[in-house]
């Protein structure tokens, strides 16, 4: 069956990629045409049953953040890169003979233009606005209209580049020259096989086996609720414990639609663990390590789901943390051997400084972050410290009285 693809872009953009979409196999273009990038969230709201999203550039993806959230399917754009730029260029210098410095450009990423232009030993011209500081605040279209007239009249350029089809049409409605950024053909091929893939890479996994083990105090009569809501097929085990059989695509689902316990009862402790593998056996496996986190949190409420790429994620419904139960990573392997560490416990290390916007911290930071007691975390500091990964920087005086506390810092790769 043919991957459908909604493709997000103005009606030029929508005629080119129509033109090669012939050049990859197995798929349907779906296409919606905005006038100007904002109007694509209006677009994502408006969109019928699809596979994916192709959005024709920076933009419009990122004018559709919130909507796109709540998609069930993946979503990609277009990105301007060195191929466009360089060939948009060149296609200028043969045939209008106009030297870069010459020319005002946007694009939402200044690197990608100096990347092509260092390559062939040329001066950047300072006449390049990225506009990502915009998309970030008040965007307006003009503001970047304003940019490229100004030079012009100012008699700066001789013509205008720019990556946003809206500012062409008012440029050219102010008679002012100007041409868009080429995207080669290689490049839209390569962004529909780029969706088409995502899309199936998307399925793959929905379609994996999931597991979950429930446990609860309630009757049958509510799971059995609770199974039909996610698709799934159920057996009690005892008096207390459930077991549920449905797909990935099913249980993440569930939670992205803000999972909430009162799905299962309103009253009663729900203790819920999730597993997702390529077969029913490790999906089980998976299932019974993610209900033993849940039991170990001791909230009344409580979800974890560990995936097939062992990647344990919750506790849901209050929080989406993400830490990692497999070390593949050769470094962390190391340090995991010699400071005999789990990987769970590396991977939440990983995770808390990656969550801090200092590098320092004490022992009770770790201990709060953990959830463990303030001994447990300082036996890891030591462990750590031991072998040259964490070091004590200094004190920290909190009190007139007692002992100082230690502050330490990390000394291993986190931003893997």
């Not at 024709?56 to 979503?75: H, M, V």
């Not at 316990?261 to 999906?283: C, L, M, Q, R, Y």
């Not at 770790?366 to 975390?377: F, G, H, M, N, P």
Request: aromatic content about 8%.
């Amino acid at each position: 069956m043919a991957t459908k693809i909604a493709v997000i872009g103005s009606h030029e953009f929508i005629n080119r990629i129509e033109t090669v979409s012939p050049w990859v196999a197995d798929i349907e273009i779906d296409p919606y045409i905005y006038q100007k990038p904002q109007d694509a969230s209006g677009l994502v709201r408006k969109m019928k049953p699809c596979d994916v999203i192709l959005f024709s550039g920076a933009l419009p993806y990122y004018f559709s953040e919130k909507d796109r959230e709540n998609l069930p399917i993946p979503a990609v754009y277009l990105a301007t890169d060195e191929m466009a730029i360089a060939s948009s260029l060149l296609s200028i210098l043969y045939n209008q003979h106009i030297n870069p410095e010459r020319i005002s450009i946007d694009i939402i990423d200044s690197s990608v233009v100096t990347n092509v232009l260092n390559e062939i030993h040329v001066a950047v011209p300072s006449h390049v606005l990225d506009y990502r500081q915009f998309v970030e605040k008040d965007f307006d279209l003009d503001q970047i209209v304003q940019f490229h007239m100004a030079l012009w009249k100012q008699e700066k350029v001789d013509l205008a580049l720019t990556s946003i089809h809206a500012v062409y049409d008012k440029l050219q409605t102010l008679k002012i020259p100007s041409i868009r950024i080429n995207d080669p053909k290689v490049s839209l091929i390569r962004g529909l096989q780029h969706a088409k893939n995502q899309a199936e890479l998307y399925k793959s996994k929905a379609s994996q086996v999931a597991v979950g083990y429930i446990s609860a105090s309630i009757p049958q009569a509510s799971m059995a609720r609770f199974a039909q809501k996610i698709h799934a097929s159920f057996q009690k085990l005892d008096d207390t414990l459930f077991i549920f059989y449905s797909t990935r695509g099913d249980i993440e689902a569930m939670i992205g639609q803000n999972f909430s316990h009162g799905s299962i009862s309103d009253k009663k402790p729900v203790t819920v663990g999730f597993g997702f593998g390529a077969t029913t056996t490790e999906a089980e496996r998976n299932a019974k390590v993610a209900l033993h986190f849940a039991e170990k949190d001791g909230a009344a409420h409580c979800c974890y789901v560990l995936t097939g790429d062992k990647e344990l994620l919750g506790p849901f419904p209050n929080e989406a943390k993400q830490q990692r139960l497999k070390n593949d990573d050769p470094e962390l392997f190391e340090i995991a051997r010699e400071t005999r560490l789990s990987p769970a416990n590396l991977s939440k290390l990983v995770e808390f400084s990656r969550s801090r916007q200092s590098p320092h911290f004490t022992a009770a930071d770790l201990s709060e972050y953990l959830q463990v007691t303030r001994r447990s975390a300082e036996r890891i500091l030591k462990k750590l410290s031991d072998h040259g990964y964490a070091e004590r920087v200094g004190n920290e005086m909190t009190y007139q009285q007692g002992r100082p506390r230690a502050i330490y810092q990390m000394n291993m790769p986190i931003y893997k």
